[in-house]
């Protein structure tokens, strides 16, 4: 059975260091793309970036460039999303995707609820 | 970046009636990788259609996707009460991948 298993809910003050993780299991990690996907509290989707596994090819959304890193364990099937120092603004539900050549979003994480408050 | 425009962003309809969602490109979709999702409160999106009109696994056949280019369309046929949600389509034929605005399409 393929599952993606994201951590936990967190609680950060601004200007502290997060990473979030997605652990792929029941298929090929390597072989397919992970997403991370924001969602604002009552808003819309949004697809911060994405890499694939294999090479570590990664790619991100312009807006979320150079403010997030997305990251992959393939030892141990694990996407990662990392922020150096949070803001109040980083508040959201944050969720793993999986991809492929073809197709989107068949398999998603449960999704990772974060605040920022001081 | 390809921008995605739904509409409308409300939708008032009675079980048993017809919904008909669009979603609109700000150019054309490469192969037309476009994948629509329903997504309920406190929920994980769910996938519904990829590339447009194929239903992803275990979808009800209400729930039917078509266009091409630059203008896509979600249509569900006869409403039941689980339909009532928010739906989002996504383009992923060309990075970075990116997702309307959402419709939401409640009971009238």
């Known amino acids: 059975e393929v599952q993606l298993v994201q951590s936990g809910a967190e609680m950060k003050k601004p200007g502290e260091p997060l990473k979030i993780s997605c652990e792929g299991s029941g298929y090929s990690f390597s072989s397919y793309w992970i997403g991370w996907v924001r969602q604002l509290p009552g808003k819309g989707l949004e697809c911060m970036g994405i890499?694939?596994?294999?090479?570590?090819?990664?790619r991100y959304n312009p807006s979320f460039q150079g403010q997030v890193t997305i990251s992959v364990d393939r030892s141990i099937n694990t996407a990662y999303l990392q922020w150096t120092s949070l803001k109040a603004s980083d508040t959201a539900t944050y969720y793993c995707?999986?991809?492929?050549?073809?197709?989107?979003?068949?398999?998603w994480g449960q999704g990772t609820l974060v605040i920022v408050s001081s | 970046e390809i921008v995605l425009t739904q509409s409308p962003g409300t939708l008032s309809l009675s079980l048993g009636e017809r919904a008909t969602l669009s979603c609109r490109a700000s150019q054309s979709v490469y192969s037309n990788y476009l994948a629509w999702y329903q997504q309920k409160p406190g929920q994980a999106p769910r996938l519904l259609i990829n590339g447009a009109s194929s239903r992803a696994t275990g979808i009800p056949d209400r729930f039917s996707g078509s266009g091409s280019g630059t203008d896509f369309t979600l249509t569900i046929n006869r409403l039941e009460p689980e339909d009532f949600a928010v739906y989002y389509c996504?383009?992923?034929?060309?990075?970075?991948?990116?997702f309307g605005g959402g419709t939401k399409v409640e009971i009238k």
């Open positions: 890499i694939y596994p294999g090479d570590s090819d990664t």
């Open positions: 995707a999986r991809g492929g050549t073809s197709h989107w979003g068949d398999y």
């Open positions: 996504q383009q992923y034929g060309t990075s970075p991948l990116t």
